[in-house]
């Protein structure tokens, strides 16, 4: 397994995002402890969110940057429309379909636009290029999400996880 599919997938730089994830109810996954701002459900939407814009324009879909932050997380009603279960499925599919497009030395190389804020110009980046800036984008969240389980009281997993 290569570096930058253990970042997207692995345990590179932490506990695997199938550890950080495990064993977790839809009810907890709700739950916002303290002043959080959101709740695990709502940090792992957001990975999913971004992940399928990275995927889609790796596969050179233009797929437009969001308007304001707040587009990358999820509404009541997205809430409502997709259980923890399938989210969780949905993350994982993505990740999958990222680390497959790590396979290929030429697609890493291969050019891409990617649509930036409103108002900036589109970059051109490398697929690896972008697959790095996901694989950085999901470890930040999945390192709050580590901290949501620990102020909930439920870090580590049962598999285990870091816990310093």
Same mark, same amino acid.
Not at 30 to 58: C, M, N
Not at 60 to 78: H, I, K, L
Not at 102 to 109: A, G
């Given at each position: 397994?290569?570096?930058?599919? #253990?970042?997207?997938?692995?345990?590179?730089?932490? /506990?695997?995002?199938?550890?950080?994830?495990? !064993?977790? &109810? *839809?009810?907890?996954?709700?739950?916002?402890?303290?002043?959080?701002?959101?709740?695990?459900?709502?940090?792992?939407?957001?990975?999913?969110?971004?992940?399928?814009?990275?995927?889609?324009?790796?596969?050179?879909?233009?797929?437009?940057?969001?308007?304001?932050?707040?587009?990358?997380?999820?509404?009541? #009603?997205?809430?409502?429309?997709?259980?923890?279960? /399938?989210?969780?499925?949905?993350?994982?599919? !993505?990740? &999958? *379909?990222?680390?497959?497009?790590?396979?290929?030395?030429?697609?890493?190389?291969?050019?891409?636009?990617?649509?930036?804020?409103?108002?900036?110009?589109?970059?051109?980046?490398?697929?690896?290029?972008?697959?790095?800036?996901?694989?950085?984008?999901?470890?930040?969240?999945?390192?709050?999400?580590?901290?949501?389980?620990?102020?909930?009281?439920?870090?580590?997993?049962?598999?285990?996880?870091?816990?310093?």
């Amino acid at each position: 397994m290569s570096e930058l599919e #253990q970042i997207l997938l692995g345990d590179a730089y932490a /506990a695997s995002p199938s550890h950080i994830l495990e !064993g977790l &109810s *839809e009810e907890l996954v709700h739950r916002k402890p303290g002043l959080a701002p959101h709740s695990i459900y709502e940090e792992l939407w957001h990975v999913a969110f971004w992940q399928q814009i990275t995927l889609d324009w790796i596969n050179c879909r233009e797929t437009p940057f969001p308007a304001s932050p707040s587009d990358g997380f999820p509404t009541v #009603q997205d809430m409502e429309l997709e259980s923890w279960s /399938a989210l969780y499925r949905r993350f994982f599919q !993505g990740a &999958s *379909e990222a680390v497959e497009a790590t396979r290929s030395e030429q697609r890493l190389n291969q050019i891409v636009r990617c649509p930036s804020r409103p108002g900036m110009p589109v970059r051109e980046m490398s697929v690896r290029d972008q697959l790095e800036n996901m694989g950085a984008h999901n470890a930040y969240h999945l390192g709050r999400i580590v901290l949501l389980r620990q102020l909930l009281g439920v870090w580590p997993p049962k598999s285990g996880g870091f816990s310093w």
